[in-house]
C-alpha cells in the first residue's frame, strides 16, 4: 500500500516537471489531467481502513479533476484557436531548472518539519509543497490565460494533496465543497478566457491592464 | 544446470524475437499486417550468407567492431540474473565492468566508423559518443541506487535484492531510475525518440550513420548485437519495475518470457506514438534521465 502511495506521488513530481517543460497547452491540459486522476486514488491507499467519506470522495474527485474540468479546458481552447505558450516570461529549460530546485528545496524543507510520525517516511508533504511552487512557477511566469488556469489547478493540486493528511478529521462535505469551488471557478475562468480573446483577440493577459473604467 | 541451458538458450536465441514483437506492434498501430514475427531472424541468416564488402581504406578495426559488440553485449548477458535463478558469471563490483562492457563495445563501434574515413560516418560516432556521456553517468546513478538499496555489488545481489528491502523509502528511488533506465535503454538501443532504427534519412540517423559500411556477416553480426543489447538492458528494467518471482523455475522461466515481450510491446507503442526528437533536443531528453536518476540517489542518501 505505501509502495503504490510512494509510487504515485513521485508520478505526480515527475508530471510537475512535466508541466513546466511542455509548451503544447493541449499536453499540458492532459498532464494535470492525469495528475488530478493519480490524486483522486490517493485517498484509496492513504488510510488502511476505508470510511464512508473517502470512498465518496474518490468519485467525484476522479471525474472532475480528471474528465469534467480538462474536457471543459479543451474545449476552451478549441474556441479561442490557440495551441502553444509563445514566450514565457521564464523559458521552458529554465523553468524545468527551476521546478527541480523547487522539488529538491520542498524535500529538504519537507525534512526540517515536525511532522506526525507516521508521515515522516512518505514524500506527502515534500510533494505537496513541490506542487504548490510548481503551480506558482506556472501562474507567474506563463502570460496565455489558459496556461495560468492550469497553473491555478496545479496549485491547488499541491493543497489537495495537504488535505490529504487531513482526510479523516476533515468533513466530507468539506472537500466536496472544495472541489465544487473548483469546478465553478474553472467554469467561469474558460467563459472569461472566451471574453478576453474577443475583446484583445489574444489570450494574453499582460494586455488586461489596458483595460479602463 | 539446467537453468544455466536455459539462460544460454534464452540469451542466444530470443532477442531478435524482440525486435518481430516491436516491428509487429508498430505495424498493429498503423493497420498494417507488418511482417512476420521471424523476420529479424530471416534478415540475420540472410545477412550471414552474404558475401563481404570491405572498403580498401579500412583496417582490422573495421572487421573486429560487429564481433566486440555481440561479445561484449553476450558477456554483459551473463553478467545478469535472467528468469529467476542467479547469473552465471558474478563477482562483487560486476556492475562497473557490466556498464563498461557497453562502454568497450561503443569505443569499437565508433572507431571503426572513423576507421571508414567518411565524414558522414564520423559524424554519426560523435553523435554516439556525445550522447553516451550523458547516458552513462544516468546508468551508474541508476546502479548506484541499486547497490544502495540491495547493499549489495554484484549485478545478481542488486536485482535479485530488491524485493525483501522493498520499505517505504526506496520505492520513490526505484520509480525514478525505473523512468530514468527506459529513457537509458531507449537511447542505447536507438529507439525512436532519440534515434530512428528505420530511417536512411542521412542528417537524423545515430546508429546507422556509424555503420553503413558495414555489409554482409558483419552487418548481420550488428543487427544480433543490438538485439542482445535489448534483451539485456531490457532485462536489468524490468528486475527494477517488476522484481517477483515465484521461486520456481518452471514458472519463472514463462513469467520472465512474458514479461520481456511485454517490454517490447511497451517500446513498440512507445515508438508508434512518440515521433522522432529533434537531434538538438535529445540531450535534454538524457539530461532528463540523468536528473531521475541522480534524484532517486539523493532521495535514498537523505
Not at chain 1, 527551476?98 to 515522516?120: I, K
Not at chain 2, 544502495?148 to 517505504?168: D, H, P
Not at chain 2, 543489447?229 to 519463472?252: C, Q
Amino acid at each position: 500500500m505505501t509502495n503504490l502511495l510512494q509510487t504515485i506521488l513521485v508520478l505526480v513530481l515527475v508530471l510537475n516537471l512535466f508541466a513546466l517543460g511542455t509548451s503544447r497547452i493541449l499536453s499540458l491540459i492532459r498532464t494535470v489531467a492525469l495528475q488530478g486522476a493519480l490524486l483522486g486514488l490517493l485517498p484509496l491507499l492513504l488510510h488502511g481502513q476505508h470510511s464512508l467519506a473517502t470512498v465518496l470522495t474518490v468519485g467525484p474527485t476522479l471525474a472532475l479533476k480528471g474528465l469534467a474540468i480538462p474536457y471543459m479546458m479543451v474545449r476552451a481552447m478549441r474556441d479561442v484557436k490557440i495551441k502553444r505558450e509563445v514566450e514565457p516570461l521564464v523559458g521552458f529549460q529554465p523553468s524545468v531548472i527551476l521546478g527541480a530546485l523547487a522539488t529538491v528545496f520542498a524535500l529538504l524543507f519537507a525534512g526540517q518539519l515536525p511532522l506526525a510520525a507516521a508521515h515522516v517516511d512518505t514524500l506527502i508533504v515534500p510533494t505537496a509543497i513541490a506542487t504548490v511552487l510548481t503551480g506558482f512557477i506556472l501562474l507567474t511566469t506563463r502570460f496565455k490565460a489558459l496556461t495560468q488556469v492550469v497553473g491555478y489547478l496545479v496549485l491547488e493540486n499541491g493543497i489537495f494533496i495537504f488535505g490529504m493528511l487531513l482526510v479523516e478529521a476533515m468533513p466530507l462535505v468539506v472537500e466536496l465543497g472544495v472541489l465544487l469551488d473548483l469546478f465553478v471557478a474553472i467554469f467561469v475562468i474558460c467563459i472569461i478566457v472566451n471574453q478576453i480573446n474577443r475583446a484583445f483577440s489574444s489570450l494574453d493577459t499582460r494586455h488586461l491592464v489596458s483595460l479602463k473604467e | 544446470m539446467i537453468h544455466l541451458i536455459i539462460h544460454l538458450a534464452v540469451l542466444l536465441i530470443l532477442p531478435p524475437l524482440l525486435l518481430g514483437v516491436i516491428v509487429k506492434t508498430k505495424a498493429w498501430f498503423a493497420g498494417r499486417v507488418g511482417a512476420p514475427l521471424l523476420q529479424p531472424y530471416y534478415d540475420i541468416f540472410k545477412l550471414m550468407r552474404r558475401s563481404l564488402v570491405l572498403s580498401t581504406t579500412t583496417t582490422w578495426i573495421f572487421r573486429a567492431a560487429p564481433l566486440v559488440t555481440v561479445s561484449t553485449a553476450l558477456l554483459a548477458g551473463l553478467l545478469i540474473p535472467i528468469g529467476g535463478g542467479g547469473a552465471p558469471l558474478t563477482f562483487a563490483g560486476d556492475l562497473i565492468f557490466f556498464a563498461y562492457l557497453f562502454g568497450l563495445a561503443r569505443f569499437f563501434t565508433a572507431s571503426a566508423a572513423l576507421d571508414t574515413g567518411s565524414a558522414f560516418e564520423g559524424m554519426g560516432a560523435a553523435r554516439e559518443v556525445t550522447f553516451a556521456c550523458l547516458s552513462e553517468p544516468a546508468l551508474f546513478f541508476a546502479l548506484l541506487v541499486l547497490a544502495k538499496v540491495s547493499g549489495s555489488l554484484s549485478l545478481t545481489g542488486m536485482l535479485l535484492g530488491t524485493t525483501g528491502a522493498g520499505a517505504a523509502h526506496a520505492t520513490a528511488p526505484l520509480v525514478l531510475i525505473s523512468i530514468g533506465l527506459f529513457i537509458v535503454l531507449l537511447a542505447e538501443t536507438c529507439r525512436i525518440p532519440v534515434d530512428d532504427p528505420t530511417t536512411h534519412l542521412e542528417l537524423t540517423m545515430i546508429h546507422e550513420a556509424m555503420v553503413l559500411d558495414h555489409s554482409g556477416p558483419l552487418f548481420g553480426l550488428i543487427l544480433y548485437g543490438a538485439a542482445v543489447k535489448l534483451l539485456v538492458l531490457g532485462t536489468v528494467l524490468l528486475r527494477v519495475v517488476a522484481p517477483f518471482t515465484f521461486g520456481r523455475a518452471w514458472l519463472d522461466w514463462p513469467l520472465y518470457l512474458v514479461e520481456i515481450l511485454g517490454l517490447a510491446a511497451v517500446i513498440g507503442v512507445v515508438e508508434s506514438i512518440m515521433a522522432r526528437l529533434q537531434m538538438r533536443h535529445v540531450p535534454y531528453l538524457l539530461v532528463g534521465a540523468l536528473l531521475f536518476c541522480g534524484f532517486g540517489f539523493i532521495l535514498l542518501i537523505r
